[in-house]
């Protein structure tokens, strides 16, 4: 197995795991409230036991920097268009939340995803410049 073939699949590999970590964030933003507070009260021992707030804000902030940064590792010539992609995926998501009986979207969630996103763009873009200048 040649360098370009494992290039290929390691690519695909992470092109699903793009599309798939989209779909998650997706499912759980408009999936009902319990599994959010089932999962804050699984990791709020190891995280110092955070105000749910507090809880939200970086459950935001880490999905979608995961998100972003898979994304800007698949597509690293369009961070501008990934980033474009994003706010109107979160803007649909937290519109389509109201709409859910026990879920509301509000402008403070939606940006702190927004800042999620980019940062996994910015930092997955940041390491592959550094990748090209080290090895080249």
């Not at 992470?14 to 999962?39: N, Q």
């Not at 939200?56 to 920097?65: C, I, Q, V």
């Not at 706010?87 to 979207?105: K, T, Y």
């Given at each position: 197995?040649?360098?370009?073939?494992?290039?290929?699949?390691?690519?695909?590999?992470?092109?699903?795991?793009?599309?798939?970590?989209?779909?998650?964030?997706?499912?759980?933003?408009?999936?009902?409230?319990?599994?959010?507070y089932?999962?804050?009260?699984?990791?709020?021992?190891?995280?110092?036991?955070?105000?749910?707030?507090?809880?939200?804000?970086?459950?935001?902030?880490?999905?979608?920097?995961?998100?972003?940064?898979?994304?800007?590792?698949?597509?690293?010539?369009?961070a501008?268009?990934?980033?474009?992609?994003?706010?109107?995926?979160?803007?649909?998501?937290?519109?389509?939340?109201?709409?859910?009986?026990?879920?509301?979207?509000?402008l403070?969630?939606?940006?702190?995803?927004?800042?999620?996103?980019?940062?996994?763009?910015?930092?997955?873009?940041?390491?592959?410049?550094?990748?090209?200048?080290?090895?080249?």
């Amino acid at each position: 197995m040649d360098r370009t073939d494992i290039n290929r699949k390691l690519r695909g590999f992470i092109i699903l795991t793009a599309w798939a970590s989209l779909i998650a964030v997706a499912f759980v933003t408009l999936f009902r409230l319990e599994i959010i507070y089932r999962l804050y009260y699984l990791l709020a021992p190891f995280l110092n036991y955070p105000s749910m707030r507090t809880y939200a804000t970086m459950e935001h902030l880490a999905a979608y920097t995961i998100v972003g940064m898979l994304f800007g590792a698949v597509y690293p010539r369009a961070a501008l268009r990934i980033c474009l992609l994003l706010f109107v995926f979160i803007g649909g998501l937290e519109a389509m939340q109201n709409c859910i009986p026990d879920r509301h979207g509000t402008l403070r969630d939606a940006v702190e995803k927004m800042i999620g996103g980019a940062t996994g763009v910015f930092l997955v873009g940041l390491l592959l410049r550094w990748k090209n200048t080290r090895w080249h």
